[in-house]
């Protein structure tokens, strides 16, 4: 789909070693392919008999991609980012904003390949999405969680300058989730989006319910 049908497919983030894309119905497969075993998926996500773990964990990602796409308005939306370094596929990057008219809060997920965990990727793909919302989205916070024993995404958003707000369980697993949140002014105040370029968003602001600043 092309960015005069789709504009936030023209959307374009970059860090020190990262080139963030919308990704598209052409990269599904390559993705699924890439998709790491270990990847939590979507807790509430259709599963479908007759289909192995890896097979269902394809369906829910290629699901995620479409569902986003389709059910998309100024007030609930989901943007799915293909990163690459160097030209090589490391992992994906999720920006939604479940309320966003009501709140202006944006949640975040993402995974990366195993050989590209430990080089500091997560936090510049993390980085990058955050520097994307509190920039011209002009959100108010951000919130995550992860598992208590995630210590890598936990670290992630704390030196991102996240704060620790509350705890819950997971029904499904009987896990708990640390949920975090971070402030637009702590964002702003940090400096933590220096380096950051961001591209190509204007034509996909009344997508997200937002006005062009003159």
Do not use: C
């Not at 020190?16 to 990847?39: F, H, K, S």
């Not at 990602?61 to 100024?74: C, D, H, T």
């Not at 949140?181 to 989006?193: N, P, V």
Request: glycine fraction near 10%; charge should be negative; aromatic fraction near 6%.
């Amino acid at each position: 789909m092309g960015t005069d049908v789709w504009p936030v497919h023209g959307i374009h983030l970059r860090t020190a070693d990262l080139d963030l894309q919308v990704m598209t119905e052409g990269e599904l497969g390559v993705l699924a392919a890439a998709l790491p075993d270990d990847v939590e998926m979507n807790p509430h996500a259709t599963r479908y008999a007759g289909l192995d773990d890896r097979a269902n964990r394809r369906a829910v990602l290629a699901q995620g991609y479409w569902r986003a796409l389709g059910l998309w308005s100024p007030d609930d939306w989901a943007l799915p980012f293909v990163v690459r370094s160097r030209g090589e596929l490391v992992g994906v990057q999720w920006l939604e904003g479940p309320d966003w008219r009501s709140d202006r809060t944006v949640d975040s997920s993402s995974w990366l390949v195993t050989s590209a965990r430990g080089r500091g990727l997560g936090k510049q793909m993390r980085a990058a999405v955050l520097a994307l919302a509190f920039g011209p989205l002009r959100a108010e916070a951000a919130v995550s969680s992860a598992v208590v024993d995630n210590a890598s995404s936990l670290g992630v958003s704390r030196a991102l300058g996240y704060r620790d707000t509350h705890r819950s369980v997971l029904e499904h697993s009987g896990e708990t989730l640390q949920h975090v949140r971070l402030d637009r002014a702590r964002w702003i105040g940090s400096g933590q989006s220096h380096g950051v370029v961001v591209d190509g968003v204007a034509p996909a602001l009344p997508l997200f319910g937002v006005e062009a600043v003159a």
